[in-house]
């Protein structure tokens, strides 16, 4: 019981001081980790084997880890098949900003569709959708909130209504495949499922809720998207051209994120695991970036690494100490044992939950819950992972601080001089979510039941 209050303790101060901002979030999640591993697996239980389970550092020496995918991650420590896939990735994507991808995309489409304000608004919001499918959407955002707010200027339109619904469609875009946000790399690689399961189940759910998304956003923003008089004239419209930086690196990135696509959606059939790909990739960037390479590491964004290394030995702390089964079972006890209850309680209470802290700590914490709620309950393990996925995926984008990607977007937004007010912001963007929840829900009663 000790041990269980203990690791309980320690992880409601991590979320306390995780949501407050006022520590840096890897500092928390560290500071956490190594009271988890010195008083709870220490002093309290006294169990080394419990120490090493959290660590996890085994895992790198199994063939496993690199080659056959579908396994799943058979640790209930640090995940690190997923933390070296998102550190792959990281690196992969800042060779394709430093030769100018992002920028050159957003600009070829924007000529393609003739600079008219309501398709740049419908295509760029497809863009966003579709580039976060394979691209972490905080980038995805980045670049993309940056070149919103030039074409604006250029157009005088006002920038927010481009910057919200493209927040809302990467975060939608994130939840139809595995590599799309971190909770689903981390439900993915924890649970044993594939990039085509996901992208058959989730991007199911995502593409059907995009076609509502389009339509929601329209009626809200039409009468926003009239350019203003004073426009540049279309002779003066910057040319896609200007973005590339590097042509060779331009090329070489375009290649390497083409075959990282191809292994990930086929990493079912080849039995590379995602840590491989994301390897591969990693290796691929450097060596063709010749001098750039130091350059792309010291980039890299260490700090969520490590804010992922400490968080999954607090959760770990959780469920060695049997935190996680009672939690399990009062949500099965609240259900009364009706499997449609089961997934309504899971999507919506992920969905609020991510609304105002972060889904990537919800995520990993609700992995053994569900887990233990498949024993119990007698429901499908898929059932019930497309919940949650869909859930803390969707419900972030209900409030500016509910993804990192909001953060990054109404940031942009702000020092371009259109700041994007709380009342604002979920004016608009909680009724989306609610939409995409309620037609998720509705879409897994009807499959899966």
Request: overall charge neutral; some cysteine.
């Amino acid at each position: 019981m000790s041990a269980q209050i203990a690791a309980l303790v320690i992880f409601i101060v991590m979320f306390v001081l995780i949501v407050s901002e006022r520590i840096e979030r890897h500092i928390v999640t560290l500071g956490c980790a190594l009271l988890t591993l010195v008083v709870v697996f220490g002093l309290i239980m006294n169990s080394k084997e419990a120490v090493l389970e959290a660590l996890s550092l085994h895992s790198f020496t199994h063939t496993s880890f690199w080659y056959q995918a579908g396994g799943g991650s058979s640790s209930t420590g640090i995940n690190w098949e997923t933390i070296t896939f998102i550190a792959g990735m990281m690196i992969m994507v800042e060779g394709m900003g430093d030769s100018g991808f992002f920028r050159w995309l957003c600009m070829t489409i924007a000529k393609a569709v003739h600079y008219r304000t309501v398709p740049i608004f419908m295509t760029f919001m497809v863009m966003s959708a579709g580039l976060a499918m394979f691209i972490d959407s905080i980038t995805v955002i980045m670049f993309l909130a940056a070149v919103t707010v030039e074409l604006a200027r250029i157009l005088k339109l006002d920038p927010v209504p481009l910057i919200l619904s493209e927040i809302f469609c990467a975060n939608l875009g994130g939840s139809a495949t595995m590599c799309g946000d971190p909770p689903n790399i981390i439900i993915g690689t924890s649970l044993g499922y594939s990039f085509a399961d996901f992208i058959t189940n989730t991007g199911v759910m995502a593409g059907i809720s995009l076609i509502f998304v389009l339509i929601y956003f329209y009626f809200c923003f039409h009468k926003e998207l009239k350019p203003a008089s004073g426009a540049v004239r279309p002779d003066h419209y910057p040319d896609p051209k200007e973005a590339i930086v590097n042509r060779q690196a331009f090329v070489t990135s375009c290649v390497i994120f083409f075959f990282a696509v191809v292994l990930l959606v086929t990493h079912a059939q080849t039995h590379l695991t995602v840590s491989c790909i994301g390897v591969l990739a990693a290796l691929a960037t450097l060596l063709t970036a010749g001098k750039r390479a130091g350059s792309l590491l010291r980039r890299v964004d260490y700090k969520t690494l490590l804010f992922f290394v400490g968080l999954f030995v607090v959760v770990s702390g959780l469920e060695q100490t049997g935190v996680l089964e009672i939690l399990a079972g009062l949500i099965s006890k609240a259900s009364g044992g009706n499997p449609l209850m089961v997934i309504a309680i899971i999507i919506w209470g992920s969905a609020v939950a991510s609304a105002f802290i972060d889904n990537i700590p919800f995520a990993a914490t609700m992995i053994p819950v569900i887990r233990s709620l498949a024993e119990v309950q007698g429901i499908h393990m898929d059932t019930l992972a497309w919940a949650l996925a869909m859930g803390t995926d969707i419900g972030g984008n209900a409030t500016p601080i509910g993804a990192s990607a909001n953060v990054v977007g109404t940031s942009i937004a702000a020092k371009s001089g259109h700041p994007i007010s709380w009342g604002k912001y979920c004016k608009i963007m909680a009724p989306a979510t609610v939409i995409v929840i309620l037609i998720s829900m509705l879409f897994m009663f009807v499959r899966y039941f």
